[in-house]
């Protein structure tokens, strides 16, 4: 049999005497072979010897336990009428528990592991009892036996969740808050906790990742590597390897190289085709990229204003147009009930014309409480465009309601000032002037709202002398 290297090289077995070291060494040889032919008796003697010498070994705890098993022919009960045979050890971990003598309280669980090797309670106080003397090893291991023993029980999954998350072992930790939630859905530490634990994980795999990218730097730094190189030499290794593919692409859209980063998704999803933040995040550089097609375009044309440069402005639009529009189907896809989204929409479509399409989107975006005001106000200017202007005038009034506190901001105030002018020019001049006076009680050097209100006086004086 190997040496038992955990044993001899354990500092918190320093207190044992060479002589006793050697001796359980040969007791753990010994249980070995008396295990393989069978005789779980004699063996368990052996695994006791050695577990309750040395309780911060983690190969004896876990022989002790898996020799008890075999011999109970894996009933998951133990012994019969093992609670009653236990009682006496079962009164002595009690009392030790109350005073804290974690040794005696390992002590006293060993005798009861010995009648059923599947009591979650002896494993749980067991493993507190480990913990307290700083045998995280095997104190974890006798907490993961009281799990596996009682899934469901609360209070030990969620000492073991505390334990677990305080040593930095976050998905034990997870899974173990995760049943405290599968029993309790609504319990409010449990929620808190596991919303903790998953950005704390998120953390460590981030810092992980930072250490290991900056060793590697400093590797290929020292071998003349460059970072480009280094990731398409791993990609040719692990084309598959989605993470890889992510820092590849973010390696090109932090140095702003937009015609790189595009270039890189639309290989990535070569291998992720049905990726669908892959295709959205596609769809978005590459309107970034043609935005600034467009704009070098503008700026070109400014400084020299030719026909080859205007026709280039005219051809940069279009890309433009058609990478938002692209940008905004795939939005759609991925979430067809956003309100932002056919906001979004509603405009392009304002932008290029086409208002009864727009009035449709912006419909839909309207049911967003945040956004009603904005919506009824752009519907209310595409039904005048289309000369719906009852519909227009209506639209109006309710952007106004809508708008409430805000009448003052400029889509408040173009609300009064649209609304006027319609109301006017279908002869309503007593609401026109209305909504001019509340819009000269806000601001009364907006536009021409003066003159109006003189206008809007003298017809309302004529109408009323005939």
Sequence with gaps: MPQDDNLLNDAKNSHLSQTLRARLQKCYEFGNQKMQAGEFDYANEMFSQCYTNAPSNLIYLQSFVANLRMKYGNNKKGAGFAKLKGGAARSQMKVAETRSKHEDVIKAGAELLKLNPWDAGVFFSMGKASLGLGYDETGLALLKHAVDCDPTNVEVNRYATNELAERNLFDDAIACCQRILNVKPNDHEASSMMKDLLLQKTMQHMERKKTAAEKEAALNAENHISEEDAFEKKLAKTPDDHDLWDDYIRFFNMRGNRRREEDTIRRALKYFPEDKNLQLRYDDVRRERAKLDLDQAQELYKKNPTDAAKAKVVAAKKGFDEATLALIHRKLEANPNSTAVHFEYGQFLVAHGQFR????????????????????????????????????????????????????SEQGKSALYGGALLAAGLRLYKKAEGMLERLAAIDFSYKNVAPLLDKLAEKLNNSSQE
């Design 357 to 408: 399409e727009a009035i449709g989107e912006l419909q839909k975006a309207q049911q967003d409480e945040s956004l009603k005001a904005v919506c009824f106000l752009a519907i209310a200017q595409c039904f005048e465009k289309i000369k719906q202007y009852k519909l227009a005038l209506t639209h109006y009034e309710k952007s106004i309601e809508a708008f409430g506190k805000n009448l003052g």
